[in-house]
């Protein structure tokens, strides 16, 4: 079982930077693909950026630019640095795991994100 722990979560104004850090458990972070979704109220969740054990990146195009998606394998966590935040961004956001071997998906709590205008 993978426990995803998210932080860096808060409110900031727009134009504003923060950090998401997702701190995971077990011994499987290294060899699969995590990264983050976000839901804002109202709407479906959507992918963010991911990042695959290689280091290769994906982003959302409304983020490109803006969002970094890195990870650090020793530590077993994934951050999200967001800069140039905008209103629109405004959401919760979720770290997740993606376990290719068992096609199993693990999700972290959430962690909000407010940029205020």
């Known amino acids: 079982q993978v426990q995803l722990v998210e932080s860096g979560g808060g409110l900031v104004q727009a134009g504003g930077s923060l950090r998401l850090s997702c701190a995971a458990s077990?011994?499987?972070?290294?060899?699969?693909?995590v990264g983050w979704y976000r839901q804002a109220p109202g709407k479906q969740r959507d992918l963010v950026a991911s990042?695959?054990?290689?280091?290769?990146?994906r982003y959302a195009d409304s983020v490109k630019g803006r969002f970094t998606i890195s990870r650090d394998n020793a530590k077993n966590t994934v951050y999200l640095q967001m800069n140039s935040l905008e209103p629109e961004d405004t959401a919760v956001y979720y770290c997740?795991?993606?376990?290719?071997?068992?096609?199993?998906?693990?999700w972290g709590q959430g962690t909000q994100v407010t940029v205020s205008s």
């Open positions: 077990g011994s499987i972070f290294s060899i699969n693909v």
């Open positions: 990042i695959t054990p290689g280091g290769n990146r």
């Open positions: 997740y795991l993606k376990n290719v071997r068992t096609d199993t998906t693990y």
